[in-house]
């Protein structure tokens, strides 16, 4: 059970929280420009690594803001927390 | 006449409280700080089970949690019966019942004997192998086998004692109360830091407080005095929270650990009414100190199960803290120091040690010379090759160990015995450590998994660290706690400790005996009865992971899950297979540590409090009403209302017709209704919803399809445009909290330059929707000056306006099809405003009806309720609602995948219409449709998805999903039944009033 430290409220507790899949995935701007292929790739293709992965996270039961987190899905640690908006890291 | 094997009296004990207490039906007496294994064991009873499989007599093995055979059913046939109590760890009280767990019939009964019997025949594997297949057959072999199998009754009866939840939030945690977590938690406390102290025991000091090791000493006293001085100073500190009776059940992530408080298992019945009886404690720690102790090992020989062979240790602890005598004739059999201990203690109390067998070649540390003084045999390089005695041990046979421990020679050497006691060493609970994700380390010389990484801020600290020995417990801890607590000194910093450094082991996982291993009983797992045997058989089937060995074994899949037995069966493998301990690494243990009751783990969420629900501001004029109701999502929801013994079906019937025909009324406060305002708030529609908005007129209305953005429909509602900037969208009842989830996302994420905000408003307005032909009349006598006129007040627009001096929206939009007004008030005028429309409605024989009815209402329309006809799969175009698809639009979400070339399929499901051809014929929702009858295999068209008889049309209707449907109007298809077939035709979605001309009559 996580502890979460949302960028808005502080530490809470991880069932107050709802995970929402890999961060940095844009909408594209102009979907009907797109191939099938490229369309399929924003819409279905997901890396679900193991290691260092970046996620969206909602404070579903909080603030209801959403925000990046950098967790290692190998030991659940969670390396960073940033606001929405904000550029990942490069490393 | 009872039995009372007792040595002189233990400390731990009150002799002056004699306890009653029935086990398998006998009554017996104990004295008040018994354990049910101690009180049975005082009375010579040993026998206490039967095994898993065999149906092999089993008896008391151990003094605690780990314990795999003494496992009972408490207080049968009450509805206080509770199944895997570890006799063990239940203290006795006055009345109690227990009864042997695997013992169908009864305990010395053999019905299962005959599986000890055929064993040859029920090696690894057997059923998987044999009582699954042919899968006809496991109807014939379950009723022996669920009889026999010894896994407890669930109790039928409610439970009725309370359960509770704590948070405990604290900086230091401490999981274990020997003396490394007293020590631990004393330091902690008098840091300043907020400290939890927990043991399962109901006393502090582990094994420290009774055990008087003659060569354990500490400022030159023995160990258990100094630990009970260092105990009630404990006592004092301040912010320390100590709970005794309370195990960690999980230890998980970032320090968050999950404990069950036992507060009244130990007490009688009269004093456990009204009480909460167990506490889930959720603890989320800054620091934890697990200092969980060690278990000792058994050894693997053959016949190493028979009642009367007990851990080493246990023999020791019943007789030093409880004051029991295990056996009159006592043999120890070991492989290092630990039973010499066992061994000097009977002695010392008066108890017969006949010899000790020892694997070893010889030990010259001071206490196996006081064994050795005390005139007790030792036999040297011996092993135990068989043990005698049906339900309880008779005698044991020696012989000696060959060089490299593979063989035995020589002449065996019989000792009559009763209680056997057994010693292979010590393996650190580590647990816990590796539930948190610790990742352990595989100590070759010791043979022991120790902690290696950890996955959080905690230690783990004395013998579940590796720390056997008291001097180095003590140095080791002083060291450790300074460093992570971030403390200058400890208060044991300097004191003197002497104590025994003699560590010498041999380590053979599989004794060997003079017989093939083909013909002994060498156990591993007692709970699961699995040999060595078997565990051999495994490999030699092809088994390597140590996962696939257990489950194919069994080994360690019981509700001990293994404490005891598996090292050995990863010793078997390694030595088996010829691989390193440590890269065959070990077996997950998963929480909890010990069985968790049900009630602990919900609490007081029981009953209405089991999960939260809604109702509606009109609810309580339903339940006079006598209103059934149903659940959607939370919200108790009025399913229809019967009159004078009505059915549902003739309830609903009566409430279809009365809608059509005059006037019906429906509470639809439990539509979800999200308010959005700001600059771009059409835009925001424009992009959410499949259609238009931004042409939308103030004061009307809209009814709008969300897709996902895979194209699929999501939800669906009416939306209407307040002012400028302002709309209210309602969802369907149980998307409400989904569709605004996600309206926030895109806000947040995709589009924070939008100027729009949104608010859940659900619970804001009660909403009551009149339809009908007489709804307009009942609304004029409600709100007499409002111009009710279509140039006025036309179809699919709204009105703010008063029903005297409550304000009200009022929506003119049908889910009917009927003339109909939907009158929004703020939620605590609901009822009134309810009351006042069936006042008015009286004279027109105004209806009340509830889903049931609006269902079948929506249906005889065609109109579809998402995730009844859709179920995620289906495109506003599968559904033949194109007309819904804005083309102009640039994009909207899900806009893109309605032309990947998957969605634009023809022979996609469609939805259709589906008329019975005999009319009387109502279809299940869910029937599958088919063209041809006698294809093999059969091609499945689709499914129904809803179904009525409808009242209007006095005839059978249904909507499906057909493959392809679109193109098939008109086209004869069957509905293959159980005992039937039906024949149905493909028909137009719309039944009832095709060309809309009710709506504005
Ligand atoms: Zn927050």
Redesign the interface.
């Known amino acids: 059970?996580?502890?979460i430290n949302c960028p808005y409220c502080g530490e809470r507790?991880q069932h107050e929280f709802?995970a929402?899949g890999e961060a940095h995935i844009?909408?594209?701007k102009?979907?009907?420009e797109?191939s099938?292929d490229e369309?399929?790739e924003y819409?279905f293709m997901r890396k679900n690594i193991k290691g260092v992965q970046f996620e969206?996270w909602?404070h579903?039961h909080g603030c209801?803001?959403?925000f990046n987190m950098v967790r290692d899905t190998s030991?659940?640690?969670i390396k960073l927390i940033y606001k929405?908006?904000e550029k990942p890291p490069s490393e | 006449m009872a039995e009372n094997l007792r040595v002189k009296s233990s400390e731990f004990i009150d002799e002056t409280i004699r306890v009653s207490f029935k086990f398998n039906g006998k009554e017996y007496y104990g004295f008040k700080g018994d354990t049910l294994a101690s009180a049975l064991l005082a009375n010579n009873v040993h026998l206490v089970g039967r095994s898993f499989k065999y149906h092999r007599p089993r008896g008391i093995m151990t003094a605690g949690s780990e314990e795999p055979n003494a496992i009972v059913q408490v207080n049968d046939n009450t509805d206080r019966t509770e199944p895997n109590v570890r006799a063990t760890e239940l203290e006795i009280y006055e009345g109690l019942e227990a009864s042997s767990q695997n013992c169908w019939p009864s305990v010395n009964f053999d019905i299962g004997g005959i599986n000890n019997v055929i064993s040859p025949f029920l090696p690894a594997g057997f059923y998987y192998k044999t009582f699954m297949w042919p899968a006809s057959f496991w109807e014939k072999y379950e009723y022996f086998i669920r009889h026999s199998a010894g896994l407890g009754k669930s109790p039928k009866d409610k439970d009725p004692d309370i359960y509770d939840h704590r948070y405990i939030h604290c900086d230091v945690l401490v999981v274990g109360a020997g003396i490394s977590g007293i020590l631990a938690a004393k330091n902690a406390a008098k840091n300043n830091l907020k400290t939890l102290l927990v043991d399962e025991k109901n006393e502090l000091g582990g094994a420290t407080i009774y055990q008087n090791r003659e060569f354990n000493k500490i400022e030159n006293q023995s160990s258990s005095d100094w630990i009970k001085k260092e105990i009630q100073e404990l006592k004092k500190l301040n912010n320390l929270e100590i709970k005794t009776r309370t195990s960690v059940a999980a230890f998980?992530?970032?320090?968050?650990l999950l404990a069950r408080e036992n507060l009244t298992d130990h007490l009688e019945k009269k004093e456990k009414q009204g009480k909460i009886r167990q506490r889930l404690l959720k603890i989320?720690a800054k620091k934890v100190i697990l200092a969980t102790g060690a278990l000792e090992r058994p050894l693997i020989f053959n016949n190493n199960d028979r009642p009367g062979i007990m851990l080493s240790s246990a023999v020791k602890k019943y007789a030093d803290f409880y004051g029991v005598v295990s056996g009159k004739k006592n043999v120890f059999f070991t492989n290092n120091d630990s039973a010499y201990e066992s061994a000097l203690c009977l002695h010392n109390k008066g108890i017969k040690v006949e010899a000790v067998i020892d694997i070893r070649e010889n030990s010259g540390s001071k206490i196996v010379k006081a064994v050795n003084d005390a005139g007790i045999p030792i036999h040297w390089s011996h092993t135990i090759v068989d043990t005698k005695g049906y339900k309880k041990l008779n005698s044991i046979s020696a012989m000696k160990l060959s060089n490299d421990g593979s063989s035995v020679t020589g002449s065996k050497i019989d000792i009559v015995c009763d209680c056997l006691g057994v010693a292979g060493g010590w393996t650190p609970a580590v647990h816990l450590f590796t539930q948190s994700?610790g990742k352990l380390t595989f100590d070759e010389t010791n043979k022991v998994f120790l902690p290696n990484k950890y996955?959080s801020e905690q230690i783990s600290v004395g013998s579940c660290n590796g720390d056997f020995k008291i001097k180095e417990i003590i140095n080791n801890l002083s060291i450790n706690l300074k460093e992570f607590l971030n403390i200058e000194k400890t208060d044991f910093d300097n004191v003197t400790v002497e104590s025994e450094d003699d560590n010498s082991k041999r380590n053979i996982w599989l004794l060997p005996s003079d017989k093939p291993l083909g013909k002994t009983k060498p156990f591993v797992d007692y709970q699961n009865d699995a040999t060595a045997k078997d565990i051999k058989l495994a490999l030699r089937e092809g088994f390597r992971s140590i996962e696939h060995v257990k489950r194919y074994t069994t080994t360690g899949m019981g509700t001990d899950q293994g404490k005891l037995g598996n090292m050995h069966a990863l010793g078997i493998i390694a030595d088996t297979a010829d691989v390193k301990m440590g890269e065959l690494g070990t077996t997950t243990f998963r929480p909890p540590y010990t069985p968790l009751t049900f009630g602990t783990i919900v609490g007081r969420n029981v009953g209405e409090y089991f999960d939260v629900f809604r109702r509606t501001p009109m609810n309580d004029w339903h339940v006079e009403n006598k209103a059934e109701f149903e659940n959607v999502g939370q919200w108790k929801r009025a399913w229809y209302y019967p009159i004078n013994n009505e059915s549902m079906h003739e309830a609903v019937q009566r409430e279809s017709m009365a809608a059509r025909e005059t006037a019906g009324i429906l509470d639809a406060s439990t539509l979800g209704k999200i308010d959005i305002q700001g600059t771009d708030a059409s835009e925001f529609l424009n992009r959410v919803y499949t259609n238009a908005w931004s042409k939308l007129g103030i004061g009307k209305c809209r009814y709008g399809l969300m897709l996902n953005?895979?194209g699929m429909v999501y939800d669906d509602g009416v939306t209407t445009r307040l002012g400028e900037n302002h709309y209210i969208m309602t969802t369907t009842t149980g998307g409400a909290a989904n569709v605004l989830?996600k309206l926030?996302?895109y806000l947040?994420?995709?589009w924070?330059e939008l100027d729009v905000y949104l608010t859940s408003v659900t619970d804001h307005y009660a909403t009551a929707s009149i339809c009908g032909p007489n709804s307009k009349k009942i609304l004029n006598k409600i709100i007499p000056d409002l111009d009710l006129s279509e140039e006025n007040f036309p179809h699919m627009s709204f009105k703010d306006t008063q029903i005297e001096n409550i304000k009200c929206r009022i929506m003119r939009i049908s889910f009917t099809g009927e003339h109909s007004y939907e009158i929004n008030v703020q939620a605590n005028y609901g009822k009134a405003v309810w009351e006042k429309c069936m006042e008015a409605g009286k004279e027109f024989n105004i209806t009340p009806y509830g889903t049931e009815t609006m269902h079948l209402l929506r249906a005889e329309k065609g109109f579809i309720i998402v995730g009844q006809d859709t179920d995620g799969t289906m495109t506003p175009i599968d559904l033949q609602m194109d007309w819904i698809v804005s083309k102009k639009k640039?994009?909207f979400i899900g806009?893109?995948?309605l032309?990947?070339?998957d969605t634009m399929k023809e022979d996609r499901k469609q939805l259709v219409g589906l008329l019975t051809d005999d009319p009387n014929i109502v279809l299940e929702e869910g029937a599958q449709i088919v063209s041809e009858l006698n294809q093999s295999p059969v091609n499945m068209l689709g499914h129904v998805t809803s179904s009525y008889y409808s009242p209007n049309l006095k005839k059978s209707i249904a909507l499906a999903v057909v493959r392809g449907g679109k193109n098939m109007m008109g086209k004869k298809l069957f509905i293959p039944m159980e005992n039937k077939t039906i024949n149905v035709t493909i028909a137009n979605p719309v039944f009832f009033d095709t060309e809309n001309k009710r709506l504005n009559a």
Do not use: V
């Open positions: 059970m996580f502890l507790d709802k929402g844009e909408r594209p102009q979907p009907t797109l099938d369309w399929a819409l969206r909602n579903a209801r803001k959403w030991n659940d640690q929405m908006g | 998980h992530g970032y320090n968050y989320r994700g996955s953005e895979d989830g926030e996302d947040q994420t995709e924070p640039y994009d806009k893109r995948s032309y990947r070339s």
